[in-house]
């Protein structure tokens, strides 16, 4: 399996080169059956080598800023467990689909003993609202599909990643009758005021980040949590 | 029919009145049976005098801080289509309720190839949403009555504009007993930085909306959609 | 019964002492079986002594900045009738548990004559969003425990006292794994701005408060009201 940074990277690369493209709508998905997307930034954080950890950090914000602002829409499909990165890739979507019963989303940092930073919050705010946001990041929820449909976390539950594929089209689909121009205007401007937080204060949240992950304490936390998994994973 | 910019204008100098008046309450109706007020603001748009369609912008300005701050309640009668300019003026009433379940209500601008003004999309947005506005007015999504209620766009959904008149009485009655001062400081409170914003950047708003309508392609764009509506008409 | 003041300065010296210890979770409720703490607020606005009531109020402010802060997890048990400041310290909670079906909560300011301040409004925003608090706050609802329900102004209606506290201590308990600092600094994050505008205008928002009290219109409105609740108490 290619690293998470690697796969930012990629991502990254192909957001360039759509905006460069007449690309009229974009679906994220994952093609690992269990996993979607950007779950396991953990490793990148648990005992990191300076130079690529801050690599890291700053290939997920200008990947989170490029995907918050495509001027084509985009739509998730969600199509295995969703946390933390994985989380906030599908939240900066203007469209979220996902392949229940039995996978879920939601912003868990907390329960990492790290803090999703500022850009998450609002990514998932927006989306749900102050209440549900508040309520979802300081419990570190994992939502199953139903619940994440009840709060619109997501908008639409099916039964398999065919079926959300279809919905995905659908959703692109009226586009095809809207002017891109007045769309993406309306798009960015209802995005402005969140992205623009990142866009301006990307070397801070870069710092912040940097010294709350090298605390004794919350690298401990981290090998525990890394220790849990293989746990799980053994069995 | 008069022009939309007369209609404005009627609005205008009646708010005015009322403001006035010792008015406890407001009901913002249409006595056409098939569309609420301002739908057809595109007419005003196309191929514009340049001193008429600044006379409209400006009174639709006007209008609707004079609508959204009203000391008195306000509650529109929806009893038939409300796109764009008619959605709008729904919004600033403090109640809603929507003849069903053939008439529909939107904000459709991004589909006739125009952009919905930040106040626009602020009367929106504190109806039902940042999550839910976003995704109306970047697919100009036109909501039957019962879409409408789902996400609280409108308040209830009624059989007959009788029915919908006797509601609205309903609605008003309940400020029988409560003192209008306190009421009145109370909805400022809550509307007062979305208004602020157009009341300090009015000719800025103008300058954008001039600027953007004037464009060749959105002049031709807005030539084919009333083209389209008279092949409608002519069925 | 003790006043309202010695109430609040209980309150707030209880949230000092746990802030110290190491205070993993708060459960807020009343030994009175039929009002939720705070309702009574307006006994200490009518005729008011200057010296007192404007202790009344900076206790009040203290009170609020001080729970809606906490470090450690707090949940309100509604086990009675909840309006004014009762439904401000609720609203302050993490989480909201209602007794039902008889009790009821809500800012019920206007309907006594009197405007909920910023921060009551922000409160009551942060939880139900823009369009319930704004229609909420205007008509000085009182919100049965299933409307409560609805809108989420409390997360769980039960059927009995014993059964809320079951529920308060099970979402305690999901903390208890969680690490208290970054879930303490996701909290202070989302209310920063909130509870902000009170820390920078405190003496503002006492002279707003006084000012507005000692109208002798609103003197007799207060007066009247409590003559009101005199004449039900009586029956």
Not at 31 to 45: Q, T
Request: hydrophobic share 40%.
């Amino acid at each position: 399996m290619d690293s998470i940074l690697d796969l930012l990277q990629s991502i990254s690369t192909a957001l360039t080169t759509l905006e460069k493209s007449k690309c009229r709508g974009m679906i994220l998905t994952s093609d690992n059956p269990s996993v979607f997307s950007a779950g396991l930034d953990i490793l990148e954080m648990y005992k990191p080598d300076p130079t690529r950890v801050k690599d890291f950090w700053t290939t997920l914000q200008d990947t989170w800023i490029k995907l918050y602002t495509t001027s084509f829409p985009t739509v998730a499909v969600i199509n295995g467990h969703s946390p933390a990165g994985g989380c906030l890739l599908a939240l900066s979507c203007e469209y979220r689909i996902i392949v229940g019963p039995k996978n879920t989303i939601g912003l868990n940092e907390t329960k990492l003993g790290i803090i999703a930073p500022r850009w998450f919050q609002d990514s998932m705010r927006n989306v749900i609202g102050e209440r549900q946001a508040e309520l979802a990041l300081t419990t570190g929820k994992m939502f199953t599909a139903d619940e994440a449909l009840k709060v619109n976390l997501v908008d639409e539950v099916v039964a398999s990643k065919d079926e959300a594929t279809g919905r995905a089209i659908a959703f692109l689909s009226q586009f095809a009758k809207i002017p891109p121009l007045p769309r993406k205007m309306t798009k960015l401007e209802f995005r402005e005021a969140t992205v623009n937080w990142l866009v301006n204060n990307k070397e801070k949240d870069l710092q912040i980040f940097l010294s709350y992950i090298n605390q004794p304490k919350v690298q401990e936390g981290l090998g525990m949590y890394l220790e849990s998994l293989k746990k799980k994973s053994a069995k």
